[in-house]
Structures are given as structure tokens and as C-alpha cells.
């Protein structure tokens, strides 16, 4: 669900989009496994997940890293195994003498292990590179001149007919938020989700496209004031 909703438009594609699922949703397991070790990863049921990221002051993500790190030679034999099955297709042929069969088979690994990657970084590169470098330093930096502790809502996905479900873990995230004095930092995929931020609280960066938004602490002033 999650590979689905954050994939971006590669995913969306009618048959190139279920290959881009398979090679991200591996990926995106490892993302979401790392944070809840982490204690940063929320969902309800099998329709929303959310991840979250302190900015400021920063923490230590040590954990999130060595878990993620653990999941790579799992990984890894599902990135590899359609080049190497490949591999020991021309070796099988090579062997029986189909030796045209054997390059062709040669050839086709090598491409599909370049494939391989590319769809897997088309589809996990929106949802992990949502918020841009320098709208993070800003609002880091806003976070740091008042005092306020700043997270970022890096994954939240929910299946189509789950709005009600997405609406009731954000709100609950929102007050959560309130009560411990944190500023939020997300970015919305259009401008329908856009508004809706609003709605909640936040407000566009100053500096940006509008798409990356701040929500700070009910109880402090507004950002930029």
C-alpha cells in the first residue's frame, strides 16, 4: 500500500507500474521497518501508515540505520535474483550447446539488473526525498531560534477508500503534537492535500513552492512572527 501511494507516477503506469511495486516494495518495508524500531511509525489497521523524523533538536538515528542495514542481504537476493536466475539460464545453455542462447540470456541480465534498479529508485526516491534539503535547513533553523521541537511526517499513505482512517491517525499525531509543544513539517503531493493542510494548521514555508508546510505548536506563536 505504502510503494503504491508514495511511488510517484512510475507506479501509476499500467503494466510498467506493477513491476516498479515489485522492485520498491522491499525498499519501502525497510523504511518502514527501521522507523518502527524506532518508535517513529504509526498506522491503523492495513489502510494508513506514517512515519515521523525529529529535525530539531536532531537525534541520533542509530537504530533506524542499523535496522535497515539488517534487512540488506534479504534485500539484496531479492534485487539480484531476476540477473542471477538470468545467469544461470546462459550457463545451463552454454553448456547444452545453445550457445546464441546463452549470450542472448547474458544480455538479457545485464539489462535487467540495470531495470532493476531503475524502477526501484524511480519509485522509493518520492516518498523518501519528499521534503527538499533546503526547506528542511529553514525549518530546522525556525525550529532552533524559538525552541521548539521539529518533526518531520516523512511516509504517510493511506488506501483510497481509507480517508476517514488517514483523517482520524493524523488528528491523533496533531494532538499528540499539541500537547508536547512540537512543530510539524510535511509536504503535500497536490494541491487538494494542500488544502487540507491548511485546514489542520499549517502554513507554507516561506521560502518554496508552496508544497512543503509547517504546522507549528498550537500553544506558540505562528512561524514567521
Not at 169 to 192: G, K, T, Y
Not at 199 to 223: D, I, S, V
Request: with cysteine; proline share 5%; net charge positive.
Amino acid at each position: 500500500m505504502a510503494t503504491g501511494r508514495l511511488g510517484g507516477q512510475v507506479v501509476q503506469a499500467p503494466v510498467l507500474g506493477l513491476a516498479a511495486r515489485w522492485c520498491g516494495w522491499f525498499s519501502m518495508l525497510a523504511v518502514l521497518l527501521s522507523a518502527r524500531a524506532a518508535g517513529a511509525c504509526a498506522g491503523r489497521g492495513r489502510a494508513v501508515v506514517l512515519t515521523v523524523r525529529q529535525l530539531a533538536p536532531q537525534r541520533s538515528q542509530r537504530l533506524r540505520m542499523v535496522v535497515f542495514v539488517a534487512t540488506m542481504p534479504a534485500g539484496v537476493v531479492a534485487f539480484a535474483a531476476p540477473s542471477v536466475l538470468l545467469l544461470i539460464g546462459s550457463e545451463v545453455s552454454e553448456n547444452r550447446g545453445a550457445a546464441v542462447l546463452g549470450s542472448v540470456l547474458q544480455v538479457a541480465a545485464a539489462a535487467s539488473f540495470v531495470a532493476v534498479a531503475a524502477l526501484t529508485f524511480a519509485c522509493v526516491a518520492p516518498a523518501l526525498h519528499a521534503i527538499a534539503p533546503g526547506d528542511r535547513r529553514f525549518a530546522r533553523s525556525w525550529a532552533h531560534d524559538r525552541g521548539v521541537v521539529l518533526v518531520e511526517v516523512a511516509e504517510l499513505a493511506a488506501t483510497a477508500d481509507s480517508a476517514r482512517a488517514a483523517t482520524v491517525l493524523v488528528r491523533c499525531l496533531l494532538a499528540h503534537a499539541d500537547r508536547h509543544h512540537v512543530a510539524i513539517l510535511a509536504r503535500s503531493h497536490n494541491e487538494r492535500v494542500a488544502e487540507v493542510y491548511k485546514r489542520l494548521g499549517f502554513a507554507p514555508l516561506p521560502r518554496g513552492n508552496g508544497r512543503t508546510m509547517l504546522r507549528p505548536p498550537r500553544t506558540r506563536p505562528p512561524f514567521g512572527v
